[in-house]
């Protein structure tokens, strides 16, 4: 049933994106456009599977001994495991889709928006972003800052695992 209702919704979602490409906007309104409505669904579907995964509680209260303020999130550790939703929510989506996407037409070759096909590319882009810093290009508000570069290296380091099964943050 849920899988019913999770292709339904992927397929109304495609064909809604799919329409926006005749919207008389500027390519670069486009774009904008399409990042953030990526980057909703993407935290739409997270606390989507927050809520079923908890029982029905979209966010379990903090614990008393890592208490952090209302909408703020937090750093990794370093060590703690950091997972594909949070590269694709901090840097893949807001830095990467404009080019690297479907509707970002794929410059490259290279689209990040599945684990699949980022998991092929772990080396490329661990070359392009972190060692030469070649990515994203200046004119597209490169390169990262290196709070991002440090966490995408703490991803690669860590395996670049899809998922985690327990993360430990600090305020």
């Known amino acids: 049933m849920a899988t019913d209702r999770l292709a339904c919704t992927s397929l109304q ?21 399409l990042s953030a409505l990526a980057a909703i669904v993407l935290l739409v579907s997270i606390e989507a599977c927050n809520k079923s995964d908890s029982g029905g509680s979209p966010n379990p209260p903090p614990s008393a001994s890592s208490p952090r303020a209302p909408g703020v999130t937090p750093s990794p550790t370093p060590g703690s495991s ?12 807001p830095h990467c889709y404009q080019c690297h996407s479907t509707a970002g037409g794929n410059r490259g070759g290279v ?55 327990s993360t430990s943050f600090t305020e």
């Open 13 to 33: 979602f495609h064909s809604f994106v799919t329409s926006i490409a005749y919207l008389p906007l500027g390519d670069q309104m486009r774009t904008s456009f």
């Open 82 to 93: 950091i997972d594909f939703a949070t590269i694709q929510t901090r840097i893949f989506i």
């Open 111 to 165: 689209n990040v928006e599945t684990y699949a096909t980022v998991k092929t590319l772990i080396p490329r882009i661990h070359n392009e972003v972190i060692v030469q810093h070649a990515m994203p290009p200046v004119e597209a508000g490169g390169p990262l800052a290196q709070d991002l570069q440090n966490l995408l290296q703490s991803w690669i380091d860590a395996g670049a695992p899809e998922k985690v099964t």
